[in-house]
């Protein structure tokens, strides 16, 4: 059962989303502060966080700074674009504005759920498996290092393992997890990833589609 944390101080929209969420059956959580939603981060173990901004003792903001790798979906009555991107870029993964539609509701919290079940797995194919926890990638039970471009551009390849990925769209895909990668640097990655794999494996697992892109080679 997933463990969702509620952190709103109006009693009547927390009782709104506690019957809600309850309908679901997720497992519910309650704060109705930023410090008392801090007190149960660190000691549960939290699959969500929905988190009004204008809370007693630490306000939302704050509480977005300090909370790692657990999503969190900002419902606030704050409606400027500003509040909205300022909340996203400091880590915030979605934002609702006040009042909302239960299915709407319902349906980021799927989303962010299912988001945070795609981020905590390994990625693999065939025999290769990458690690998120230590940025290597076995190949037959050998460990290689990877630098932080390389792992981006593989888990990538990994996700999208049975389409082209063009030169565009992985830079893109990249962006977030590496800086100063371009269509020149991109060819280098893919071909110190290729020697790299050489070392313990005569297969070529990464095929280049001349004009486009890369992918996975079946």
């Known amino acids: 059962m997933k463990k969702i944390l509620i952190v709103e101080d109006d009693i009547s929209i927390h009782k709104i989303l506690e019957e809600i969420l309850e309908q679901e059956k997720y497992e519910i959580l309650n704060a109705y502060s930023g410090t008392e939603a801090l007190m149960i981060l660190e000691k549960d173990n939290i699959d969500l966080v929905l988190l009004d901004l204008m809370l007693p003792g630490l306000n939302g903001e704050e509480i977005i700074k300090k909370v790692k790798n657990i999503p969190i979906i900002v419902l606030s009555a704050k409606i400027s674009t500003e509040d909205k991107v300022n909340c996203l870029l400091d880590g915030a993964n979605d934002y609702l504005t006040k009042p909302f539609e239960k299915s709407e509701l319902l349906a980021r919290?799927?989303?962010?759920?299912?988001?945070?079940?795609?981020?905590?797995?390994?990625?693999?194919?065939?025999?290769?498996?990458?690690?998120?926890?230590?940025?290597?990638?076995?190949?037959?039970?050998?460990?290689?290092?990877?630098?932080?471009t390389e792992y981006a551009i593989l888990k990538q390849l990994f996700i999208y393992q049975n389409q082209v990925v063009s030169k565009s769209k992985l830079l893109?895909?990249?962006?977030?997890?590496t800086e100063n990668c371009d269509e020149n640097s991109l060819r280098v990655h893919i071909s110190n990833i290729r020697k790299k794999i050489k070392k313990y494996s005569d297969e070529e697992y990464i095929d280049s589609v001349w004009g486009v892109g890369f992918k996975l080679k079946k």
């Open 109 to 148: 919290i799927k989303v962010q759920l299912r988001n945070k079940k795609d981020v905590n797995a390994d990625y693999s194919y065939k025999d290769l498996k990458l690690q998120k926890d230590n940025y290597t990638l076995k190949v037959k039970d050998k460990e290689i290092n990877l630098t932080k």
């Open 172 to 177: 893109d895909l990249i962006s977030f997890d």
